[in-house]
């Protein structure tokens, strides 16, 4: 059984930082994992994935540029530095690991979920 925990989260002002971390447990060897976010009314977007390796990264549109994923595979952890939040950036973030070498932006693909953590981003 794999379970996926976030840390993290919660209020900041525009313009801030703020760091999200997701710990695996449970067999997930040489995985892929990544971060998705929801907002209030929309659809469950693409944030960033990270291959096992950290050689294969991919960042979603809106945060190319403000956020970098890395992970710490001896501790089964992958982050999520947010700079420059903006308060579009105010969701409910989910990490989500998948069992494949290669990395993906399509939600379906990925069979493990955390729980979710609120990120809010004040103006």
């Known amino acids: 059984q794999v379970q996926l925990t976030e840390s993290g989260g919660g209020l900041v002002q525009a313009g801030g930082s703020l760091r999200l971390s997701c710990t695996a447990s449970?067999?997930?060897?040489?995985?892929?994992m990544g971060w998705f976010r929801q907002a209030p009314g929309k659809d469950r977007e693409f944030v960033a994935t990270?291959?096992?390796?950290?050689?294969?990264?991919i960042y979603g549109d809106a945060v190319k540029g403000r956020f970098t994923i890395s992970r710490e595979n001896a501790m089964k952890t992958i982050n999520l530095q947010m700079n420059s939040l903006k308060p579009e950036d105010t969701a409910i973030y989910y990490c989500?690991?998948?069992?494949?070498?290669?990395?993906?932006?399509?939600?379906?693909?990925?069979?493990?979920w955390g729980q979710g953590i609120q990120v809010t981003v004040s103006s």
């Open positions: 449970g067999r997930l060897e040489r995985n892929v």
């Open positions: 989500a690991a998948r069992k494949y070498s290669t990395t993906s932006y399509m939600q379906e693909t990925y069979p493990y």
């Open positions: 990270i291959s096992w390796t950290g050689d294969s990264i």
